[in-house]
């Protein structure tokens, strides 16, 4: 069983369009995180989630909006695409700290756009 | 915030020799470090972690080294394989930090050549 799941894998798009990457954990974790890597491979953390309280929102444009319906579900939603947005996106989570327990990452949202 | 640097960016090596990755991470805080390898196509997996009270841990051919008055840590792979190429990402948790949050090196790109 998959623990970090998103969909979908590969995401091609205009320009000024608006899209959604799903999420969920079968892991039982209380975090959710969403990561944007770039081409050079930089791994830059955009939010946190906790039980469904945002906890983390780094300096990401509001174009950007995560929603997590429960604590096994972080989606991402993206209105008025950019070309600057063409990069893979990565969903995390981890058992709520102070346990020091690693993030799982599910296999990435590879978002292309025209 | 913490800083995490991560040395080489790329590394070539022949099958069978000795990897060494490197990081330093500026916040005496940091207790957490775990390492993750990410193949083509996939998502971050972790493959070893220390805690700041031990100063090594080695699983098979992978050991994890920690040497906190000087701040860094490194990951060592002995007898690499070409199945070891992969892109290394170190990263460090601190007792502070919000929620989980880890902070990532950049990466280092290992090739091993057959």
């Known amino acids: 069983d998959t623990a970090v799941s998103q969909t979908p894998k590969y995401l091609v798009t205009q320009m000024g369009n608006d899209k959604s990457i799903k999420c969920e954990q079968n892991?039982?974790?209380?975090?959710m995180y969403w990561y944007k890597q770039d081409s050079k491979k930089f791994l830059k953390i955009m939010f946190s989630?906790?039980?469904?309280?945002?906890?983390i929102n780094e300096t990401v444009p509001n174009r950007f909006s995560p929603k997590s319906p429960d604590k096994a579900h972080l989606n991402l939603h993206i209105n008025s695409l950019e070309l600057g947005d063409s990069a893979v996106y990565f969903c995390?989570?981890?058992?709520?700290?102070?346990?020091?327990?690693?993030?799982?990452f599910g296999d990435g949202t590879r978002l292309s756009i025209l | 915030g913490e800083n995490v640097e991560q040395h080489p960016s790329t590394l070539s090596v022949q099958e069978g020799d000795s990897a060494v990755i490197k990081c330093t991470y500026s916040?005496?805080?940091?207790?957490?470090f775990p390492w993750y390898k990410q193949e083509l196509g996939k998502g971050p997996q972790l493959i070893i972690d220390?805690?700041?009270?031990?100063g090594e841990k080695k699983d098979q051919r992978i050991a994890v080294t920690l040497n906190k008055t000087a701040k860094h840590f490194s990951l060592h792979i002995t007898e690499t394989q070409p199945e070891d190429s992969a892109v290394y990402f170190c990263?460090?948790?601190?007792?502070?930090?919000?929620?989980?949050?880890?902070?990532f090196g950049r990466g280092t790109q290992l090739t091993v050549w057959p």
């Open positions: 995390a989570s981890s058992p709520r700290p102070p346990i020091n327990q690693p993030q799982h």
């Open positions: 892991l039982g974790h209380d975090t």
């Open positions: 989630y906790n039980n469904k309280e945002l906890i």
């Open positions: 916040d005496s805080a940091s207790n957490y």
């Open positions: 220390i805690r700041s009270n031990v």
């Open positions: 990263a460090a948790r601190n007792r502070g930090s919000t929620l989980g949050r880890l902070y």
